[in-house]
C-alpha cells in the first residue's frame, strides 16, 4: 500500500477513513477499503495519489457518511460516491490496457489513449464491473437492502458517464508552447509554457473526479429523498 499514496495522501486518506467510520461504522469502512484495494490495485505503479487526489475520489463519500448520522438515506449517497469513483478508476485504467483506440464520447471520433472523455467497450464494461463490485459489498456487510444495493450500482455507473461527458466537454485541455503536447495540467514535462486549447481553465481532472462522485452519490440517494421510491 506504500506505493498508493504519497505521504501527505496518506494523512488524507486517515482523515477520509475516520469520517467514513464515524458516520458509517465498520461497514461503510470495509467498503471504503474495497476502493481503495480494487483501484489501486488495477492503477499501474499503484498511484501514488495526493491529497487533493484523495479529497477528489473520496471527499463526497466521506460527507455523506458524516451526514448519515442523522439520516440513514445518506448510506445510499455514500455507497454511489464509491461506487462512482470505482467505475470511473476501473474504466480508465481497464480501457487504457485496450487493443482498440478510445472514441470521444460525445462524437464517437478515434481519441490518443488517455484522452479525457475517450471511452472502450472494454474500459465501459470494467466501470460497469467496479460499480457492481462495489453494491455487492454494500450488500454483503449490511449496509444496503439489495434493492439499494442494485440502485447504488446504476448511480455509479451514472456517474462514471458523467466524468467522460465532464471529460469530454469542459476539463481543461493545454497546449505546450515549446513541444506542442497536449496536457491537463497547466504544466508541462518539458518546463515549457502552456496555454488554454479548449474547457475551462479551472476543471481540472480532480474537479471531474469530484464531480463524477457528488454525481453518483446523488443519483443513488435522490430518489429516495424525494420520496419517489423506496430504497431505504
Known amino acids: ?19 467514513v467510520s464515524a458516520g458509517a461504522g465498520w461497514r461503510g469502512f470495509v467498503l471504503l477499503v474495497v476502493f481503495l484495494v480494487s483501484s489501486s490495485a488495477l492503477t499501474r505503479g499503484g498511484g501514488r495519489r495526493t491529497p487533493v487526489q484523495v479529497f477528489a475520489n473520496g471527499g463526497i463519500a466521506a460527507l455523506a457518511a458524516l451526514l448519515a448520522l442523522h439520516d440513514s438515506l445518506w448510506l445510499l449517497a455514500f455507497g ?5 469513483a470505482a467505475a470511473d478508476t476501473w474504466s480508465t485504467e481497464i480501457g487504457s490496457r485496450a487493443s482498440a483506440a478510445p472514441r470521444l464520447i460525445t462524437t464517437g471520433r478515434p481519441v490518443p489513449p488517455g484522452t479525457s472523455g475517450g471511452v472502450t467497450w472494454r474500459g465501459s464494461l470494467g466501470g460497469v464491473a467496479a460499480a457492481a463490485l462495489l453494491a455487492a459489498a454494500a450488500v454483503l456487510v449490511g449496509l444496503l437492502t439489495p434493492l439499494a444495493g442494485a440502485w447504488t450500482a446504476a ?3 451514472g ?3 458523467a466524468d467522460s461527458l465532464l471529460g469530454a466537454t469542459l476539463q481543461a485541455r493545454f497546449r505546450c508552447a515549446a513541444c506542442g503536447a497536449m ?3 497547466r504544466r508541462c514535462d518539458c518546463g515549457g509554457d502552456t496555454i488554454l486549447s479548449s474547457g475551462a481553465a479551472w476543471l481540472t481532472n480532480d474537479g471531474v473526479n469530484l464531480a463524477c462522485t457528488l454525481a453518483g452519490a446523488l443519483f443513488a440517494w435522490a430518489p429516495a429523498a424525494l420520496g419517489i421510491t423506496s430504497l431505504g
Do not use: H, I, Y
Open 80 to 84: 454511489g460516491a464509491l461506487a462512482a
Open 159 to 161: 456517474g462514471g458517464l
Open 155 to 157: 448511480a455509479g455507473v
Open 1 to 19: 500500500m506504500l506505493t498508493w499514496l504519497s505521504p501527505a495522501g496518506a494523512v488524507a486518506a486517515v482523515l477520509v477513513g475516520a469520517a
Open 183 to 185: 496536457r491537463e495540467v
